[in-house]
């Protein structure tokens, strides 16, 4: 197992992208504020802004990742890459969980005030998704939840105690870098990895391929809907969609037009809608939304200054919440554009949200986990926790 905090882009635990990048690597430069081009920019050289300041970035998470700290200078001019919120999840009981990249997994029982490590058995603290599902123990003492933890090197890990204990679960998953985690009507649980979809039937002890027609194929997100359909969304290859009838994967590309007639091939992220509708994010074209099962997409930009979708949020009154770039967008089913609900937001690289019942909006950034709604007024939850760990 590599060491802690030793995120090596040759390691075997670390599944490439096409063209020989790491994946994750990739993400966490192209997700700073460098991904930004000086405003005016002409399309044509925005691209390549990105590209070169791309390029610069990476090979200074390598040179961190790779074991070597920050100097003191570059310490208190850019934030700790391990305090990066990439995961956010609630439990019935309103208790939040939150992931880092490169810290572990943290809990609080009163809304961000207090944290709690929970970290014993994760074997990589570089978390990608957590998934919370009631547990089909029904005992007296045992918890009411199962807990997953999807890591960007060491694959799935479980824990049947809200979070105290963590067991790896990785038979026959084949690839370890585990984006998404997703459970069907059925019971069967569904894993996103850099080499296509696994699918386990006993809550994670054993996984089986479920990529006919997906194979070699990066996932980045998952949804399944009402119809049990579930869709792929790939760091490169577009979206897959299979329904259960199906044996194959089918790729749809329809209405994924970009700017210049380029096809959106990474979806970051998918949302589904309680009327079925299909909401897909992709890394830089913005937000998609299809009604007809996936047959005809339409754009839903207007308004959006980034279109660097990292996470959609619907409220309990229709309102969908986007995390980007720069910020969070809020747009109610009677807009026609999307709003700007930044306010007091102070980082506006958003990794990660989540909505709890009483439409409080926890957004993860690169820097810390912030608590707000849609009146923008946005207060840091992690500046003791995360200072505290500086330069560790």
Same mark, same amino acid.
């Given at each position: ?211 006919? *027609? @997906?194979?070699?194929?990066?996932? %980045?997100? !998952?949804?399944?809907?009402?119809? +049990? $359909?579930? =869709? &792929? /969304? #790939? ?25 210049? *007639? @380029?096809?959106?091939?990474?979806? %970051?992220? !998918?949302?589904?809608?309680?009327? +079925? $509708?299909? =909401? &897909? /994010? #992709? ?110």
């Amino acid at each position: 197992m590599p060491e802690e905090g030793n995120l090596n882009p040759h390691s075997e635990h670390n599944p490439r992208l096409e063209g020989g990048v790491s994946e994750r690597i990739k993400m966490e430069i192209l997700s700073t504020r460098i991904e930004e081009s000086p405003a005016g920019t002409p399309g044509f050289f925005k691209r390549r802004y990105r590209i070169i300041m791309t390029f610069l970035g990476l090979g200074l998470i390598v040179w961190i990742a790779a074991g070597h700290p920050p100097t003191a200078i570059s310490q208190t001019e850019m934030p700790d890459p391990r305090n990066s919120v990439q995961a956010l999840a609630l439990d019935p009981d309103g208790t939040l969980f939150m992931g880092t990249f490169g810290n572990g997994i943290y809990k609080s029982r009163d809304g961000g005030l207090h944290w709690e490590a929970i970290s014993e058995g994760l074997g990589d603290p570089y978390i990608m998704t957590l998934l919370i599902r009631p547990s089909p123990e029904k005992k007296p003492g045992v918890s009411k939840t199962i807990m997953f933890a999807g890591t960007a090197r060491l694959g799935v890990f479980r824990s049947r105690d809200a979070g105290l204990h963590w067991e790896h679960v990785n038979a026959g998953l084949a690839n370890t870098q585990v984006s998404a985690l997703l459970y069907d009507s059925r019971n069967k649980l569904y894993a996103a990895t850099g080499d296509g979809v696994f699918r386990s039937e006993d809550h994670g002890d054993h996984w089986t391929a479920h990529n006919t *027609g @997906l194979s070699d194929v990066l996932v %980045r997100s !998952l949804i399944i809907d009402r119809e +049990g $359909t579930l =869709y &792929a /969304g #790939t760091g490169g290859k577009g979206l897959y969609k299979r329904k259960l009838s199906q044996e194959n994967w089918e790729r749809l590309s329809r209405g994924f037009e970009g700017e210049r *007639g @380029l096809l959106e091939n990474f979806i %970051r992220v !998918l949302t589904l809608g309680a009327d +079925g $509708t299909v =909401y &897909a /994010g #992709t890394f830089d074209g913005g937000i998609y939304t299809s009604r007809d099962g996936g047959k005809s997409w339409n754009d839903l930009n207007q308004g959006l200054v980034n279109q660097s979708i990292r996470a959609i949020l619907i409220g309990k009154d229709g309102v969908l919440y986007l995390g980007t770039g720069r910020g969070v967008f809020a747009r109610s089913p009677k807009d026609t554009r999307w709003n700007s609900i930044n306010g007091a937001l102070e980082d506006l690289n958003i990794q990660s949200m989540v909505i709890d019942g009483e439409g409080h909006i926890y957004a993860g950034t690169a820097r810390h986990l912030y608590k707000g709604s849609a009146k923008g007024d946005w207060a840091p939850l992690t500046e003791e926790l995360f200072h505290s760990k500086k330069g560790m």
